[in-house]
């Protein structure tokens, strides 16, 4: 079964950036390419909620919350999605997960983002 593994994240002071990323297995390549991919993030105590979400042709929405601060993007020849993360807040600690938007893919296991005041 095809399966997503997020990484990059970590420990970041408030203002500072990271970059996400979240790399599709080889038997998920194309559902992934072709699909509305989105970004999720699950806060400590909190619903998992949905921050990115971008088309195959790269239109790219986002939460208010992260608008204007986080970008979306992704490489197909990688089957790898992308969320820049900059001039980050506490209020963005979370564990953070892509999927595709509709008809979920199993969940990966996330990646751990912690913003120091």
């Known amino acids: 079964q095809g399966h997503l593994v997020e990484s990059g994240g970590g420990l970041v002071q408030a203002g500072g950036s990271l970059r996400l990323s979240c790399k599709a297995s080889?038997?998920?390549?194309?559902?992934?390419?072709?699909?509305?991919m989105g970004w999720y993030r699950q806060p400590p105590g909190k619903e998992r909620e949905l921050v990115a979400s971008m088309t195959h042709g790269r239109a790219a929405n986002y939460a208010e919350s992260v608008k204007g601060r986080f970008t979306m993007s992704r490489d197909s020849t990688k089957a790898t999605v992308y969320l820049q993360m900059n001039d980050v807040t506490p209020e963005d600690t979370a564990v953070y997960y892509c999927?595709?938007?509709?008809?979920?893919?199993?969940w990966g296991p996330g990646t751990q983002v912690t913003v120091a005041s």
């Open positions: 999927n595709r938007v509709t008809r979920e893919l199993p």
């Open positions: 080889r038997m998920i390549t194309s559902t992934v390419n072709t699909a509305i």
